[in-house]
């Protein structure tokens, strides 16, 4: 390896051949079993066993067709999206007006407020899931229902919502909201009318967070949801295990089930990595 | 009056659905309650002191410790290794550093599915790679054999969380300001020289602080480990939170799982606090001097 090469500073040089090919190897490992779950969707399970590493040849569109008239698969979709927004409306909503008085108000005891909050944060979901699915199931009775899973999950979103809303409810200025009272607004008035369209960014960012993290939970629903009103990673999970040796299905059933996520994320990608960013840096 | 209006609604919710069943998790572990009729049969700490005598229970802690350790000892250095590599500039900078973060925006279920095709006993991918490369596959498939499971587990959750390493990281190297390398590179320092002496060091408070997440998250690791494996075979990738939820859900004892809670949280809360007073503490002092 040449020293005398690394003095000069790289500038639109391109890097180097070796720095290209391990970018490669990384891309190949982190999108390969993605794109070998897509692929497999389209050969049938004797090409898969005859040779896994193969391309589709010929390329088959009866398993995804499968997927797609699969009754069930369209019902795990819907409750993975009614839940994922009941849950996001109301992270969202309680968490703006939670951080509102944190970070606009002055009171005694603000701080030791913010501090439940922070609390919140500290526990594991595991920790609470066998009584939080009791509590559910027989004092609530809200088993097998979309909000017996949103309103638990809207609850552990809301500490890291209100900590994420906080600083940026802070940084806005504070002249349109007085500029409003001084026009006799009330203090709700205000937070509906000033404060929410200029809080638009923050609430997007917590907004994908909670709908990602809904989304994608699998233990709360499991406890809770049964048959028809089971989400897609739990539809994808029996459909796992009940068609084991149906390989190609299961991948079928396993790409679909993924790219509405995988959407969202690349819609709002900087959204969300800022927001993941802000949350730790504190 | 206001302050009430706006903070009830988040409060109330966090006290039904955090508060309440974390409380009822400690009550729950002083009794012998199998799920019928009212909590009577008050035993004490019977149930501490049996979930701690289970070998099970005890192996499941250790692998939540593999996996806390392991999780950081392989995710820093990949980490910073491929944040060095990105930070650089070349072409399709953007889309590789989307791709990289494909795995971390997948569901951990979606994500452990398509990795038990991968691991398909003789006609999955990875076998028919490996036999490629001259080893031989277990004959139970990788998962299905104690000795490798675990490690297997530790290799997914891995691929999954790299992607969220290096963007953290990357986040932290955007604080590194060009200056300094510029000032490095004239007095002639190598690219590997001013990656080590400069960079790598400033990038210190966002690796402890990314450290701190990844340990909370391997404290808690379930969702993936219940679909790969279940928690087997034989136990080998139990980890706590399996434990809590097998005992709660298969077996109905609720008494052993809120112990087990308690235990878990008890751990994740003094390996949090252990943490803050060592090494984060560092973070808020320079911050302050």
Same mark, same amino acid.
């Given at each position: 390896m040449s020293v005398t090469a690394d003095l000069t500073p790289r *500038? *639109?040089?391109?890097?180097n051949l070796w720095v290209y090919l391990i970018a490669l190897i990384v891309v190949a490992i982190t999108v390969g079993p993605v794109l070998y779950g897509a692929l497999g969707g389209f050969r049938t399970n004797a090409q898969l066993a005859d040779k896994p590493a193969g391309l589709p040849d010929p390329w088959v569109w009866s398993n995804y067709a499968g997927v797609l008239s699969n009754p069930s698969f369209w019902q795990y979709a819907l409750n993975s999206t009614m839940i994922a927004i009941i849950t996001t409306v109301v992270t969202v909503v309680f968490g703006l007006m939670a951080a509102y008085p944190l970070a606009r108000y002055q009171f005694r005891g603000r701080e030791a407020l913010f501090m439940v909050f922070v609390l919140g944060l500290l526990f594991p979901a595991a920790v609470a899931i066998i009584p939080l699915f009791i509590i559910i199931t027989r004092n609530l009775h809200m088993a097998n229902t979309w909000w017996g899973v949103a309103l638990p999950q809207a609850a552990f979103a809301l500490p890291m919502t209100v900590v994420i809303l906080r600083p940026f409810l802070m940084a806005l200025p504070k002249e349109l909201e007085e500029a409003a009272l001084m026009d006799g607004a009330s203090r709700i008035g205000v937070f509906w009318r000033v404060l929410m369209p200029l809080s638009a960014p923050g609430m997007i960012t917590v907004g994908v967070l909670a709908f990602v993290t809904s989304w994608n939970a699998y233990l709360l629903p499991l406890l809770l949801l049964q048959d028809k009103m089971r989400t897609l990673p739990l539809g994808v999970a029996d459909f796992s295990t009940e068609h084991s040796a149906d390989t190609a299905g299961v991948l079928a059933f396993t790409t679909l089930a993924m790219i509405p996520a995988l959407v969202l994320f690349l819609a709002f990608q900087r959204r969300l990595v800022s927001g993941l960013q802000g949350a730790v840096k504190g | 009056m206001e302050i009430l209006v706006f903070v009830t609604p988040a409060l109330a919710l966090i006290a039904l659905f955090v508060a309440w069943p974390i409380v009822t998790a400690v009550r729950f572990s002083v009794y012998d309650w199998k799920g019928f009729g009212d909590l009577t049969d008050f035993v004490g700490l019977e149930n501490y002191v049996e979930v701690l005598g289970d070998e099970v229970f005890r192996s499941a802690v250790g692998h939540n410790m593999v996996i806390v350790v392991g999780s950081i000892l392989l995710q820093l250095p990949l980490g910073v290794a491929i944040a060095l590599l990105l930070n650089r500039k070349m072409r399709g900078q953007g889309l590789l550093r989307t791709i990289i973060f494909v795995p971390y925006v997948l569901a951990e279920v979606i994500a452990a599915v398509v990795w038990l095709q991968l691991l398909q006993p003789q006609y999955g991918f990875i076998d028919a790679f490996t036999a490629q490369i001259g080893l031989t596959p277990p004959e139970q498939g990788w998962l299905g054999t104690p000795e490798y499971a675990l490690w297997i587990v530790l290799l997914v959750l891995t691929w999954k969380y790299l992607g969220l390493a290096v963007l953290l990281f990357l986040a932290g190297m955007q604080g590194v300001s060009e200056e300094l390398h510029e000032a490095a590179q004239l007095d002639g320092a190598s690219w590997w020289q001013t990656q080590w002496r400069i960079t790598i060091p400033l990038l210190g408070p966002t690796m402890r602080t990314w450290a701190f997440l990844s340990m909370i998250g391997s404290i808690q690791c379930f969702d993936m480990i219940w679909v790969l494996t279940q928690g087997g075979p034989a136990n080998a990738t139990a980890t706590m939170a399996t434990y809590l939820i097998d005992e709660g859900t298969? *077996?109905?004892n609720y008494g052993i799982a809120g112990a087990a809670s308690v235990i878990l949280f008890v751990i994740a809360f003094a390996m949090a606090l252990a943490y803050q007073v060592l090494i984060l503490r560092r973070d808020t002092k320079e911050d302050t001097v």
């Open positions: *500038r *639109r040089s391109g890097g | 298969k *077996r109905h």
